[in-house]
């Protein structure tokens, strides 16, 4: 059986795996978990669920009775930066649930992580290869290979008051946005063409 997800690698995953890593090392940002999946993590697709209440039914809260971070992820492919094929550019938009303060808190940990552009990306690519085993274990193909990343907010955040009056929460937009190639581009590498001696650069 041949999968599109084995030969057509998706960047975001990692980015969601690596982030859920980073965040889960601090007692004060709330992560949901599911008591039911040991490797759930609370990253979603975008759309997911139709109301606030379906973000929760499964998820287990927090004994202090604050809702616990849930991370909604859109993926948004960009137009290349130059003519060379290899190069891509994409957005992820994250749309952040949770207690003030757990959603406050994962903006500053994916503003320090992930928004050094070519330091963040080095830093990611190693996090890869350390955690390979892991990652391969997901049905990760690892054949996406960042070349820079930085972040910004989406809009203003909100208020969030739909579920249960007494556990107030917040919302919260942040897009990541990445340079990367594919390490194993099957439909470029059938070409005997020479790759570019070095990463492309805007035009200014």
């Known amino acids: 059986m041949v999968l599109a997800r084995a030969n057509f ?32 993590i609370p990253f979603l697709p975008a759309a997911q669920a139709v109301n606030i209440s379906d973000i929760y039914q499964d998820l287990q809260t927090s004994a202090k009775e604050k809702l616990p971070a849930v991370l909604f992820y859109d993926r948004m492919m960009r137009l290349r930066s130059s003519a060379f094929p290899v190069g891509k550019r994409e957005q992820v938009l994250y749309t952040v649930y949770g207690d003030i303060e757990s959603c406050t808190n994962i903006g500053n940990v994916m503003l320090a992580v992930l928004d050094r552009e070519d330091y963040s990306a080095q830093d990611l690519n190693k996090w890869m290869t350390d955690n390979k085993a892991s990652l391969v274990a997901k049905e990760l193909p690892m054949k ?61």
């Open 9 to 40: 690698d998706f960047p975001a995953s990692y980015i969601n795996e690596y982030l859920h890593e980073q965040f889960s090392k601090y007692d004060d940002i709330n992560m949901a978990i599911n008591p039911d999946v040991p490797s759930y």
């Open 144 to 204: 996406v290979f960042f070349r820079s990343i930085r972040v910004f907010q989406a809009d203003e955040s909100q208020d969030l008051v739909e579920l249960d009056g007494y556990r107030r929460g917040s919302v919260h937009k942040y897009i990541v946005e990445y340079d990367y190639h594919l390490k194993d581009n099957i439909d470029f590498l059938e070409f005997d063409r020479p790759l570019h001696p070095q990463w492309p650069q805007e035009e200014s």
